[in-house]
């Protein structure tokens, strides 16, 4: 390659498309699933050797005492792990929620623009067309027009 060229970032186009993060990230989450399975294993042979080590002169409960840190320190490793898991599972979802609001905010936005212009310049009222009488334009206003049905013959002045 080039040096005097660009040089292509290698995980550019996975973080442009939120499917091929969370595929990205899954990928690594079932690896470290894996190790995880070893650790568990790991941690249970050691926790056996340890505790079925004895030195000459010890109580019962020394073993025990001795394996303990160690123990710790593995179970820490195993939560940490966990941890780390369910930190790709949240990352991948806030990765696809990010590509929403993106999306969301556009349209928002722009129904806020066309609502700020509608303010900016309402649109005039424009009357309702007659139904068709000649000079009645009060009567569909409800204080000119017949008060019951005996009155629906006669004109009101």
Same mark, same amino acid.
């Given at each position: 390659?080039?040096?005097?060229?660009?040089?292509?970032?290698?995980?550019?186009? @996975?973080?442009?498309?939120?499917?091929?993060?969370?595929?990205?990230?899954?990928?690594?989450?079932? @690896?470290?699933?894996?190790?995880?399975?070893?650790?568990?294993?790991?941690?249970?042979?050691?926790? @056996?050797?340890?505790?079925?080590?004895?030195?000459?002169?010890?109580?019962?409960?020394?073993?025990?005492?001795?394996?303990?840190?160690?123990?710790?320190?593995?179970?820490? @490793?195993?939560?940490?792990?966990?941890?780390?898991?369910?930190?790709?599972?949240?990352?991948?979802?806030?990765?696809r929620a990010?590509?929403?609001?993106?999306?969301?905010?556009?349209?928002?936005?722009?129904?806020?623009?066309?609502?700020?212009?509608?303010k900016k310049?309402?649109?005039?009222?424009?009357?309702?067309?007659?139904?068709?009488?000649?000079?009645?334009?009060?009567?569909?206003?409800?204080?000119g027009g017949?008060?019951?049905?005996?009155?629906?013959?006669?004109?009101?002045?």
């Open positions: 390659m080039n040096s005097n060229g660009p040089r292509p970032a290698p995980l550019r186009d @996975v973080a442009q498309s939120p499917e091929a993060t969370a595929r990205y990230l899954a990928d690594i989450q079932r @690896v470290l699933l894996d190790i995880g399975a070893n650790l568990e294993i790991l941690a249970r042979e050691t926790r @056996v050797h340890c505790r079925g080590t004895s030195v000459e002169g010890d109580r019962w409960y020394h073993a025990q005492l001795r394996a303990r840190p160690v123990e710790k320190a593995l179970k820490d @490793v195993l939560k940490s792990l966990n941890s780390l898991t369910e930190g790709l599972e949240k990352s991948a979802y806030k990765r990010h590509d929403e609001t993106v999306v969301n905010t556009a349209r928002t936005r722009k129904e806020k623009e066309l609502e700020a212009a509608r310049h309402p649109q005039p009222i424009q009357a309702a067309p007659n139904s068709g009488e000649g000079g009645d334009t009060g009567q569909n206003s409800g204080y017949p008060a019951s049905i005996y009155d629906l013959g006669k004109k009101s002045a």
